[in-house]
């Protein structure tokens, strides 16, 4: 069955740094979504992303957040200068033409 | 800010025993999904319902939608210890087709042997 891949897996960076997560989205969806998950909090929403362009973004995700789709495969979610509060576990989601959003295992990020 | 409420937050049950959990919300979605997550993974989709007042049924599990599409349930007939997990309800809305979905605030599941 087609999946989301996201890398890595863990990563652990200093605060003020910048980290770039990857994903791999399913290869014939249009729609893709970045959501984060806070360790005992629900999913929420950052960011979707269709036809090149932001399509929706949260209050989350601020001047500090961007999305990029290089080169027609790969999905990745920047932070410029990550600050403790962003440590979270991030989701990368795409979804085709029905209803169904199919998500990448995640990416934790641990900002000390 | 679309919000959706689940309940309980959370259930302890033995095996054999059916169980529902709510999902409710003062919005309307176009389509509300269920998800199962386990420790350290993302969401998994069980299943989308679309129309209000839709059935949907996944082996033990059914799914219902509100007429009003604003709630959902989602009842386990005879669980099972493999049933444990973390349960999520999530609404797809807004304009265009790259709806996002809102997640609810979860069901923690437990079946004892």
């Known amino acids: 069955e087609p999946e989301v891949t996201q890398t890595p897996s863990h990563q652990v960076t200093q605060m003020g740094q910048e980290v770039i997560l990857r994903c791999v989205p399913i290869?014939?969806?249009?729609?893709f979504y970045w959501y984060r998950q806070i360790l005992g909090q629900k999913v929420e929403f950052l960011v979707s992303?269709?036809?090149?362009?932001?399509?929706?973004k949260s209050e989350i995700f601020d001047d500090q957040f961007s999305v990029e789709r290089p080169d027609g495969s790969n999905f990745t979610l920047k932070i410029r200068s990550t600050k403790l509060e962003d440590s979270a576990m991030y989701f990368c989601a795409s979804r085709g033409t029905n209803y169904g959003y199919t998500f990448g295992s995640g990416t934790r990020l641990t900002v000390v | 800010t679309q919000l959706l409420e689940q309940s309980p937050q959370f259930l302890s049950i033995q095996e054999g025993e059916n169980l529902t959990v709510y999902c409710n919300s003062s919005?309307?979605?176009?389509?509300l999904q269920w998800y199962r997550q386990e420790p350290g993974e993302g969401p998994v989709l069980l299943v989308t319902?679309?129309?209000?007042?839709e059935v949907k049924k996944l082996k033990r599990l059914t799914f219902q939608f509100g007429d009003a599409r604003k709630d959902s349930s989602l009842h386990i007939t005879a669980a099972q210890t493999g049933d444990t997990g973390l349960y999520l309800c999530a609404g797809a809305g807004g304009s265009g087709g790259y709806q996002k979905v809102t997640f609810g605030t979860g069901t923690k599941l437990q079946v004892i042997p």
């Open positions: 992303f269709y036809n090149n362009e932001i399509s929706e």
């Open positions: 919005s309307v979605f176009s389509s």
């Open positions: 319902v679309v129309t209000g007042g």
């Open positions: 290869s014939n969806h249009l729609y």
